[in-house]
Structure formats: C-alpha cells, structure tokens
C-alpha cells in the first residue's frame, strides 16, 4: 500500500461499497482526515465508526448530504475547508440508479435524472473543490467512470454516454488544471462485486445474462472494491506525481479498453 503525505480527503458517496473502500484504504495509507459523505444518517455514523476503529490516527468526518444536488455539494466542500483547512484529495464515487436496459426501454424521464447523479454531480464537486486546490497549488481529483464509458455494451447506452463525457471532462479538467499542479484521472471498472450495484445486476435477467458472461472473461478475477481503492490512493501518492489525465480500467481482464 502506498503511504501518502498526510493528505485531507474528502470521498463522496462512501457509506457503503467503493466509496467505503476508498475512504478506508485513505485512512489506512496515512491520511491526516477522511471526509465521508451519504444520504443515510444510519450508515454514516456505521461507517463512521468502522473507519475510526480501523485508523485511530486518521480524523474522520461524516457530513450527511446527497451530492447529486449542486447546493449540497458545494456546502460538504465547504464544510470540509471549515473543518480541516484545505482538500488535498476529492474522490468522486457517485454511481448507480439504472440497470442495464435497451434504450427503447429507458423513460426518457430517466436522461435527466440519470446526468445529474453521473456526470452532473462530478462537475459540481469539481467546481466547487478546485480554486481551493488553486490556491493551494497542489490536489489530486480522481473521479469514477466505467469501462462503459470506453465500450459500447448492449442496455449501457444512456450510462455508457454518461461516463465517457465523464471520462473526458477529467482529461480535459487535468490540462487547464496542471499549471496549478494539480492532477485529474478516471477509475474506469467493469462489474465489481460486493457492493449494492452489483447485487442489483446480478437479480434482473436481462443484466445477469450481460454481466455473467463479462464474470467469464474475467481471467484475473472479478473486481471488487479494494481494487478500485488501491488504485485511487496510486494515484493521489506521490508515485504518481508526474501522471494526469488518465482513464484506468480496474476489470480483471474483462476487456484491454
């Protein structure tokens, strides 16, 4: 595990699943404080607990909030900035709410609310994190995309086109940003398991059928959250200092995208 420099970081959406496992491995790396952030009051302090019993030394903060809502975001960051000061790293894991469907299936109903939990919810998280990072001349922002977002895959038409804009907001994001020293990237996994996703997936027939076959070609085993976090504290390290702008697949072998 890569040891950081006492880096205050702030996870979105990480009470449960990938953005827990994010969250944890920060605090188990060296991080000075850990921001944590869901909807749930319950699995807040639950997780809350669990990291603070796992990284005595790191702080950990829970700031209930659903940051698909510009305002809410914006006042977690600043919450964040009250309480510790600056924001060296911001992960953001908002993910979720469709499975796969053909696009003649999807409520149109569905486009908007869909872009504001996957694309809108990065670029608001961004924007209101980066002239802090600015002024610091320093921060590392990785944000999760999808190996949908390189691939084209039957019933991932709505979400594949959301996480590529994703995926090329960050690169372009990391150019105007490096002059400041600061460094953007995607994680781009397939399925992972052990998490609510994945649960979900795996109980509608038409998505089972997709993801089971993409299990098969997973030769070097499917994903699960620890890889994706491994991952996220590279890159915020120092060992990635001289890397931006990448879009990283974590599939096991599912695909080369």
């Known amino acids: 595990m890569m040891t950081l420099d006492s880096p205050i970081v702030l996870v979105t959406a990480s009470t449960d699943g990938i953005g827990f496992e994010i969250a ?60 510790f000061g600056r924001i060296d790293v911001l992960v953001n894991c908002l993910g979720g709410g469709l499975t796969p469907r053909p696009f003649s299936e999807i409520p149109p109903a569905q486009f908007e609310v869909l872009s504001q939990r996957h694309l809108l919810s990065v670029m608001h998280a961004c924007h209101a994190v980066v002239p802090y990072m600015t002024k610091q001349n320093k ?26 804009a994703v995926i090329m907001f960050s690169r372009t994001l990391a150019i105007e940003v490096s002059r400041y020293k600061m460094r953007v990237h995607c994680l781009t996994p397939s399925i992972v398991q052990g998490t609510a996703t994945y649960k979900n997936l795996m109980e509608d027939p038409f998505s089972k059928k997709l993801f089971e076959k993409a299990e098969r070609r997973a030769a070097l085993g499917v994903t699960k959250p620890k890889d994706i976090a491994a991952l996220a504290v590279f890159l915020a390290s120092p060992a990635a200092a001289n890397m931006t702008g990448q879009a990283i697949s974590v599939n096991g072998g599912i695909s080369a995208a």
Do not use: W, Y
């Not at 590392?140 to 995309?145: G, H, K, M, Q, W």
């Open 139 to 164: 921060g590392v922002i990785p944000n999760l995309s999808s190996d949908a977002g390189k691939l084209a895959t039957p019933g991932e038409t709505v979400i594949g086109a959301l996480k590529a």
């Open 24 to 83: 944890h491995q920060f605090a188990l790396a060296g991080a000075k404080a850990v921001v944590i952030n869901g909807r749930r009051a319950e699995m807040g302090q639950s997780a809350l607990r669990t990291l603070r019993n796992a990284a005595p030394n790191c702080k950990v903060l829970f700031i209930q909030a659903d940051i698909s809502q510009e305002d809410e975001i914006t006042d977690v960051v600043k919450q964040t900035i009250t309480a």
